[in-house]
């Protein structure tokens, strides 16, 4: 179903009636509302019982990576209902309706009976961008090319980074419906992407350096915001969501490391995956890396145009500020100011544009998240480098952790900011 989301949450209130059972299915089709456009249990728990709240009702929210299980209650009265999450890439479009729409039944300016109408043509609402696979293709070998550029990749390696990246785009843009095809992606995009790399040569493709062209070709499949998220929830006591995050990040990168093992197979290839000396970039790619990252998720992210310059601003920022940082203070200090400063740029913005603080805070940390490294640590260990792969794996897990710490800090200096209410996409 396609028509404007605005609509939702600009056009004014038709149905002045109220019962309990429209407040009841209010919270519920909330909840799925928050589950469809959120992965961070903290978000979608402070949601959903700040909406109760604010309707006479009470809610026992548990939201995990896989379901949400909640009660309802008023009075004597309960109502229970488990909620199955399948998690999907980031919808900021809907965030950003689900944010506002939210704020309007809250404050009573909407009945709960008409909020629940509208949510439910939230919740079935798709977007028109999804008719042209062409602007994702575009978008993807755009994030490749960003990617590839932060690696020092020669002219000869970006070429074929960006044009793996939008073959990647293209593939992920004719699966996106059909879910059943999801665990073979990453084995498929991986052993293509690897094939190519690795047999470079056979294209006439001489010196090219294939872990390169495999970070920066596979960026957007890398699950280095989930091992992110993960590492926070454990840090905040969501034990069991965040260990199972954590396990579906890692079986992401076993899935991709077995596609690579298969491209260098079929090649005939005998080279390894190994970390590659990578040199100083220019200023400009300092600049020019992040702006383009901030463009192509801006698309893929499926933001609105006109939150797109903010996004890539926030991109630049934070991307500046972490690679200052690390000159002087040092890698953990890198990703700690990176993280800090997305969360706490982002959120300050976000309340000023009447956003959920995530449309601007998780693209720029998308950009310090540690999937690359976790990538490599378990190619060393196919390689039976047993040294790096714990080395490097030790690494990855630090970097996410020190990104959570440093967005836990943001939100703790700037709490009196990060009411739930103001804080939730």
Known sequence: MSFSLTSLYETPATVAARSEEGAVRCIQLAARAYAAVDEVPDRIE??????????????DCSATGTGIFLTIAIGEKHWTEVIRVRPSGPDFQRAVALHRLLARIRSAELSPDEGADRLQQLL???????????????????LSASAGLL????????????ALGGVVGGVL?????????????????AGVASAAAFGAEAFGLTGVRPVPVLIASLIILLPGW?????????????????????????????LLIVGVVVGQQAVASTDGLVLTTFGTVPAWVRVCSPLLAGVAMTHLFRARRRDGMMITLMCVVTSLASFVAGRFLGPTASAFVGAFTAMAAGALIA??????YPVLQQPATVLLVPGSIGFLSLGSLVNRNVDTAIQTGFQMLFVALTLALGAMSAQVALRPLLSPRDDQP
């Open 151 to 162: 690696l020092d990749a020669q002219w000869p390696e970006l070429l074929l980074a960006i």
């Open 226 to 254: 989930r091992l992110t998220v993960a590492m926070t929830e454990l840090a905040q006591g969501h034990w069991t969501s965040g260990a199972g995050r954590f396990l579906a990040a890692i079986t992401t990168l076993l």
């Open 124 to 142: 079935s609402w798709q977007p028109a961008g999804s008719r042209f696979p062409a602007l994702t293709i575009l978008a993807s070998a755009t």
């Open 46 to 59: 402070d949601g959903v019982r700040e909406l109760a709240h604010s309707l006479g009702f009470s809610a």
């Open 351 to 356: 309340k000023k544009r009447n956003l959920p």
């Open 173 to 189: 843009a004719f699966t996106g419906p059909r879910r059943h095809l999801e665990p073979l992606i990453p084995v498929v995009l």
